[in-house]
């Protein structure tokens, strides 16, 4: 019954790390196809009220651990999935994820809101796909940063955000 559960789970991975954001480049590296993506902001508290609650089972803070995931026999149906789905190995611990989870797979609607409040482009971003996200943007209240590629006095290189746009409210 579990394995079934979680096969059918809709799980929508989120980092909320706000310090070290959108400067990670092993975020980058695995999640934006090495700089050609990007990232979206979000008010968290805002995308969760305005989801639909039929369908939505609620948060999990990933905790990252070396020890295998453990499913008990007086465990509750929840509390297996929590387990299964809700661990992750220590070495993927810079990523600070939070999982939505939903009854089920597939694209989620949000109640006409749009809780997007910033964009980050990756150094690589294809410039006609920044331009349409731009032009969708344009006239909503998200800033839009382009990160570049900058050097320290030491040398070293350092991922510096350059605001594009940004709309005040």
């Known amino acids: 019954k579990v394995i079934q559960q979680i096969s059918s789970l809709g799980i929508y991975s989120l980092a909320i790390d706000e310090n070290n954001y959108p400067n990670n480049d092993l975020m980058w590296a695995h999640y934006a196809n090495a700089h050609k993506g990007f990232c979206i902001e979000y008010d968290l508290d805002l995308l969760v009220d305005n989801i639909n609650k039929e369908d939505y089972l609620g948060q ?20 297996s999935i929590k387990s299964i789905v809700g661990k992750k190995s220590q070495s993927w611990s810079y990523e ?26 990756g150094l690589n971003m ?43 409210k």
């Open 96 to 121: 600070k994820e939070l999982r939505l989870l939903f009854h089920n797979r597939g694209i989620k609607k949000i109640n006409n809101i749009l809780p997007i409040t910033g964009v980050y482009f």
């Open 126 to 168: 294809d410039s006609i796909e920044r331009q349409q996200i731009i032009a969708y943007l344009k006239d909503k209240d998200v800033s839009i940063t382009q990160l570049l590629d900058c050097f320290t006095i030491e040398d070293e290189l350092e991922r510096k955000p350059e605001l594009i746009l940004d709309i005040i």
């Open 60 to 79: 999990i803070q990933i905790d990252y651990t070396n020890e295998r995931p453990l499913v008990e026999s007086n465990m509750t149906l929840n509390e």
